[in-house]
């Protein structure tokens, strides 16, 4: 009998043509998303750039599916160091960033503060190593996903169980301090694509929890009209 992540597998059907139909999707959000940021406030900026971020993230991931069916390890190792920048870096620092730039109380801020500093160095941590040393980063297919497999400075000292806690903590936990409402609730999004992720797909974690958190960026654009509806109103 196939097990859960097997069936739910077939059923997301991930490829070449579920990444490009996400980034193309995204892309004309995104834009939408960033012209409505400039109408309200240069503070919004940084958020509403998510879906275009995540359109070029998907983008590459579509590439790197070419190049994994053709057999093409150029293609495989510069597509997966291009995704493995996103996943493993900017999002880290550029989460935390983007609520931070929002505002809020001091408390509030240099929480986040924190968190942009503590994503970034971890982030790179991660990153760094996997991009100058050509052996440490290689992709795999496991059950309709791609699987990311890193080999890191902390190996064997620390589970790398514990490791993603640490990258979903420093994730969610920067939207739940968001000041603004929606951005909390988005926040609770990801959160729950967080554990959809790990239960079902844990074999390829990062690459399915980038996939559906892709996926939920299309709610800026719910966040920023909720946004420019308010500040209409309240003029």
Same mark, same amino acid.
């Given at each position: 009998?196939?097990?859960? =992540?097997?069936?739910?597998? /077939?059923?997301?059907?991930?490829?070449?043509?579920?990444?490009?139909?996400?980034?193309?999707?995204?892309?004309?959000?995104?834009?939408?998303?960033?012209?409505?940021?400039?109408? #309200?406030?240069?503070?919004?900026?940084?958020?509403?750039?998510?879906?275009?971020?995540?359109?070029?993230?998907?983008?590459?991931?579509?590439?790197?599916?070419?190049?994994? /069916?053709?057999?093409?390890?150029?293609?495989?190792?510069?597509?997966?160091?291009?995704?493995?920048?996103?996943? =493993?870096?900017?999002?880290?620092?550029?989460?935390?960033?983007?609520?931070? +730039?929002?505002?809020?109380?001091? +408390? $509030?801020? $240099?929480?986040?503060? @924190?968190?942009?500093?503590?994503?970034?160095?971890?982030?790179?941590?991660?990153?760094?190593?996997?991009?100058?040393? @050509?052996?440490?980063?290689?992709?795999?297919?496991? +059950? =309709?996903?791609?699987?990311?497999?890193?080999?890191?400075?902390?190996?064997? #000292?620390? /589970?790398?169980?514990?490791?993603?806690?640490?990258?979903?903590?420093?994730?969610?936990?920067?939207?739940?301090?968001?000041? /603004?409402?929606?951005? $909390?609730?988005?926040?609770?999004?990801? @959160?729950?694509?967080?554990?959809?992720?790990?239960?079902?797909?844990? =074999?390829?974690?990062?690459?399915?929890?980038?996939?559906?958190?892709?996926?939920?960026?299309?709610?800026?654009?719910?966040?920023?009209?909720?946004?420019? $509806?308010?500040?209409?109103?309240?003029?």
């Amino acid at each position: 009998m196939l097990g859960p =992540h097997c069936a739910l597998g /077939n059923f997301m059907c991930f490829s070449a043509t579920a990444s490009f139909t996400a980034a193309a999707i995204l892309l004309p959000a995104g834009a939408y998303c960033l012209a409505t940021a400039r109408r #309200i406030d240069f503070r919004w900026i940084p958020l509403a750039v998510y879906p275009i971020v995540f359109s070029i993230q998907q983008a590459i991931e579509g590439i790197l599916w070419i190049g994994f /069916n053709a057999g093409d390890q150029t293609t495989i190792a510069a597509a997966s160091r291009g995704f493995l920048f996103f996943s =493993h870096l900017f999002w880290l620092a550029w989460i935390p960033f983007s609520v931070y +730039w929002l505002g809020g109380e001091t +408390w $509030r801020r $240099r929480l986040l503060l @924190a968190l942009t500093i503590v994503g970034a160095l971890f982030g790179l941590s991660i990153f760094l190593p996997s991009f100058l040393i @050509a052996d440490w980063l290689s992709v795999e297919q496991a +059950w =309709h996903s791609l699987e990311y497999r890193t080999v890191l400075i902390y190996e064997g #000292i620390v /589970n790398r169980t514990v490791l993603r806690g640490i990258y979903a903590l420093i994730i969610v936990s920067a939207l739940l301090l968001a000041p /603004n409402p929606q951005v $909390r609730t988005f926040g609770g999004l990801i @959160a729950a694509s967080l554990i959809v992720a790990f239960l079902f797909f844990a =074999h390829a974690f990062i690459s399915v929890w980038c996939f559906l958190a892709a996926v939920l960026s299309s709610y800026v654009v719910i966040i920023l009209v909720i946004e420019r $509806r308010r500040q209409v109103a309240d003029t």
